[in-house]
Every structure is written in C-alpha cells, then in structure tokens.
C-alpha cells in the first residue's frame, strides 16, 4: 500500500518583491500554520548590517537570519507548531530544515503595477522584473535542493 502523504509542517514561500508571498502566507493560518513574515522580523529584531537609503532598503544581515530562523524552527518542531515563512530569502535556508519550498510567480504585467503603486524608481523596478523573469527564487531553491513548488 502506498504511504499517505505527509504534510509538512515547516514550509517556506520565496518569489520575486511583490508577487504574493505574504498574501499566500496568511491564507495558511486555515491550515493551522503560524505566518512568519520575514520582511518584519528583519526590523523587529534587528537582523540587518545597515539601511541602504539608495535603494530604500535593509542590507540583511544573511547569517544572523539564517540563525534566527533556524532557532526558530527548532523551536516550533518542539512544540508541533506548523511554521509557513516568507521572504525571498527563504529558499537560503538549508533544505533539512524545511519541507516544502513554494514559489509564488507572478506576470509580469500585475507585478509591474504592484512595484510602480509601491512607488519604487525605475530601476529598482527593472531590476526586480529582471529577477522574475529571469526565475531567480526558482532556479536558486532548486539549486539549494528544496523541494519546490511552483504556484501563480
Ligand atoms: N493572489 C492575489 N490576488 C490579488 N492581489 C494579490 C494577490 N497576491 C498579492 N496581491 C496583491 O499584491 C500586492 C503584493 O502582495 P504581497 O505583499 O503578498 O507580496 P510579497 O511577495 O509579500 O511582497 P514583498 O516581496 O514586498 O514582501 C498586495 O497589494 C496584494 O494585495
Ligand atoms: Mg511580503
């Protein structure tokens, strides 16, 4: 007989600025998952070297993430807690932390008017379009060894 499958309990959610990854985060508390909203913990708890007031943005502070959240995924396997974390940095995690690895895609003409509502310059826009097109988040959770799930 064939196993049922297990659902996992720590998932991450990666894809380009603006695709949806929060928004897909929260529709999970259904499911019984705590949404972790990375772009806020960053601030909350100071996980950044510096803010970059060029491109408006925090400068991550990569290890002391990856740190945090590996503490606390150990912390909710403890206390059977479903963990659903977003950021496009999720996927650097290691694969043996996480179960299941989605990325959200997004076209690239909704996503245009989510970064331009957002007033982001033109740059920054191309650049984050780039990233989508270019499937950055996708390619680099295959290469990291998630197992991946693509959604739009
Ligand atoms: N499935 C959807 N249908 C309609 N609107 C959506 C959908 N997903 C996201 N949006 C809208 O797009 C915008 C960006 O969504 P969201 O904040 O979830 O993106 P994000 O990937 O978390 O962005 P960031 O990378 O900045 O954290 C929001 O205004 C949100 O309401
Ligand atoms: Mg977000």
């Known amino acids: 007989?064939?196993?049922?499958?297990?659902?996992?309990?720590?998932?991450?959610?990666?894809?380009?600025?603006?695709?949806?990854?929060?928004?897909?985060?929260?529709?999970?508390?259904?499911?019984g998952y705590t949404p972790l909203d990375v772009n806020q913990l960053?601030?909350?708890?100071?996980?950044?070297d510096a803010y970059d007031h060029k491109n408006k943005c925090f400068v991550v502070d990569e290890k002391k993430l990856a740190t945090w959240l590996e503490q606390r995924i150990h912390q909710a396997k403890k206390n059977k807690q479903k963990l659903v974390i977003d950021s496009h940095l999720s996927h650097y995690l290691s694969p043996k932390y996480v179960d299941l690895c989605i990325v959200v895609t997004c076209d690239l003409k909704t996503l245009y008017k989510r970064l331009k509502k957002r007033g982001y310059s033109?740059?920054?826009i191309e650049d984050n379009l780039q990233c989508e097109i270019m499937e950055v988040c996708y390619t680099?959770?295959?290469e990291k060894g998630h197992k991946v799930k693509k959604v739009r």
């Open 1 to 31: 007989m064939k196993k049922p499958h297990k659902k996992p309990n720590i998932i991450i959610i990666t894809g380009s600025v603006g695709a949806g990854k929060t928004t897909l985060a929260q529709k999970y508390k259904k499911q």
């Open 42 to 48: 960053i601030k909350k708890h100071k996980l950044y």
């Open 122 to 124: 033109k740059k920054k």
């Open 140 to 142: 680099e959770a295959l």
